[in-house]
């Protein structure tokens, strides 16, 4: 039996009012969708750092540290939360059927330090530095103000995960040896491509949504895809390197 996300309840307590009177029927669809698929996205994403918790543990990370990304997981079913309410002011049910979830690494055949650091290196530094900046992007051509304040709330828990990954790194520098940077550098090229063929199927290109669509979150594909890009080459390879990881090269390699 496929698992149901069924958030009505938890996410009409917001009550949120939204004036959609400039969207066809089609658009709304659209928007609708969007929002249902955010709603998903947002809440599964609780379960990478439900999973990075015991890794750090076992590799002897600072204990705040760890109370903070597991706050984190709280943060990301907010986050499917306050999507869900965006779908019910649309006009739609915040209810959808959960896609297969895939076991979150636990990259048993190296040391806990290591295991660790590829799952940071996946999930903050480069999945939610992505994240960031599209959501950048998006709130700036949202318009009502109920979902400006909604992609503002979750843009601020995505910077402060982004942050956790690049603030991580930078602390744990003095234990990353020139042979663990080397075994980190090659695992980057199949995260790369990970996040690549993630992020390409989840931003297809097809005809531009109308102002009035993207004003509402419906995605540009085209354009995010710039961002993405944008975004890789210009800030996580960049930032990879300068803590001695060979990114620019791995890139490469997942292109």
Same mark, same amino acid.
């Given at each position: 039996?496929?698992?149901?996300?069924?958030?009505?309840?938890?996410?009409?307590?917001?009550?949120?009012?939204?004036?959609?009177?400039?969207?066809?029927?089609?658009?709304?669809?659209?928007?609708?969708?969007?929002?249902?698929?955010?709603?998903?996205?947002?809440?599964?994403?609780?379960?990478?750092?439900?999973?990075?918790?015991?890794?750090?543990?076992?590799?002897?990370?600072?204990?705040?540290?760890?109370?903070?990304?597991?706050?984190?997981?709280?943060?990301?079913?907010?986050?499917?939360?306050?999507?869900?309410?965006?779908?019910?002011?649309?006009?739609?049910?915040?209810? $959808?059927?959960?896609?297969?979830?895939?076991?979150?690494?636990?990259?048993?055949?190296?040391?806990?330090?290591?295991?660790?650091?590829?799952?940071?290196?996946?999930?903050?530094?480069?999945?939610?530095?992505?994240?960031?900046?599209?959501?950048?992007?998006?709130?700036?051509?949202?318009?009502?103000?109920?979902?400006?304040?909604?992609?503002?709330?979750?843009?601020?828990?995505?910077?402060?995960?982004?942050?956790?990954?690049?603030?991580?790194?930078?602390?744990?520098?003095?234990?990353?040896?020139? $042979?663990?940077?080397?075994?980190?550098?090659?695992?980057?090229?199949?995260?790369?491509?990970?996040?690549?063929?993630?992020?390409?199927?989840?931003?297809?290109?097809?005809?531009?949504?109308?102002?009035?669509?993207?004003?509402?979150?419906?995605?540009?594909?085209?354009?995010?895809?710039?961002?993405?890009?944008?975004?890789?080459?210009?800030?996580?390879?960049?930032?990879?390197?300068?803590?001695?990881?060979?990114?620019?090269? $791995?890139?490469?390699?997942?292109?």
């Amino acid at each position: 039996m496929t698992a149901q996300l069924d958030l009505r309840a938890r996410a009409a307590r917001q009550a949120m009012v939204i004036d959609a009177e400039q969207l066809s029927p089609a658009e709304r669809a659209m928007a609708i969708e969007t929002w249902r698929g955010r709603m998903v996205n947002e809440y599964v994403s609780s379960r990478v750092f439900a999973a990075l918790v015991p890794q750090l543990i076992a590799a002897e990370i600072d204990p705040v540290i760890v109370g903070d990304v597991a706050a984190m997981v709280v943060e990301e079913i907010e986050h499917g939360t306050r999507c869900a309410a965006v779908v019910i002011a649309l006009g739609g049910e915040a209810v $959808a059927e959960l896609p297969p979830l895939a076991d979150v690494p636990t990259h048993g055949d190296v040391e806990p330090l290591e295991a660790a650091l590829r799952n940071v290196l996946s999930i903050a530094c480069l999945s939610e530095t992505v994240a960031v900046a599209l959501l950048t992007a998006e709130r700036d051509r949202t318009e009502p103000a109920p979902l400006r304040a909604t992609l503002t709330a979750i843009l601020s828990d995505e910077v402060g995960h982004a942050r956790f990954g690049w603030r991580l790194l930078e602390l744990l520098a003095p234990r990353l040896t020139p $042979a663990l940077r080397a075994r980190l550098s090659r695992y980057l090229a199949p995260a790369f491509q990970t996040l690549r063929r993630y992020e390409l199927d989840n931003l297809p290109i097809g005809a531009t949504p109308s102002p009035a669509a993207q004003a509402v979150g419906v995605c540009d594909g085209r354009a995010a895809r710039a961002v993405f890009f944008h975004t890789v080459e210009a800030v996580i390879v960049p930032g990879l390197e300068a803590h001695g990881l060979a990114a620019a090269a $791995a890139w490469r390699q997942a292109a």
